[in-house]
Nanobody
Framework: QVQLVESGGRLVQAGGSLRLSCAVSGLTFSLYDMGWFRQAPGKEREFVAHINWTGSFADYADSVKGRFTISRDDAKNTMYLQMNSLKPEETAVYYC????????????????WGQGTQVTVSS
């Protein structure tokens, strides 16, 4: 059974930092592209960041470029999202996703999803 479990979300002040984790089991993690998406209240889910299966390529939404860093540790079957200089408008549920045949910015590229972790940024 494939499981993706996000953790690390909490209440943080604007300008603060958080590191989200996504622990993966039930699949060969090293073969999968991984992605982070988020959904704010009343809004569509949106792409945040993607890292390819080798860890050699990463892509970011323009809104987070320079502030967020995606990474992976294949030995731990875990992906991370380091988020710095957080803004109140980034309050959302953050989801991780795994895609066997590539990832990218489209949700349809991913085969498996986590349940999400809540990030709340106070002003």
């Amino acid at each position: 059974q494939v499981q993706l479990v996000e953790s690390g979300g909490r209440l943080v002040q604007a300008g603060g930092s958080l590191r989200l984790s996504c622990a993966v089991s039930g699949l060969t993690f090293s073969l999968y592209d991984m992605g982070w998406f988020r959904q704010a209240p009343g809004k569509e889910r949106e792409f945040v960041a993607h890292i390819n299966w080798t860890g050699s390529f990463a892509d970011y939404a323009d809104s987070v470029k320079g502030r967020f860093t995606i990474s992976r540790d294949d030995a731990k079957n875990t992906m991370y999202l380091q988020m710095n200089s957080l803004k109140p408008e980034e309050t959302a549920v953050y989801y991780c996703a795994a895609g066997l045949r590539g990832g990218g910015r489209e949700e349809t590229s991913y085969n498996y999803w986590g349940q999400g972790t809540q990030v709340t940024v106070s002003s």
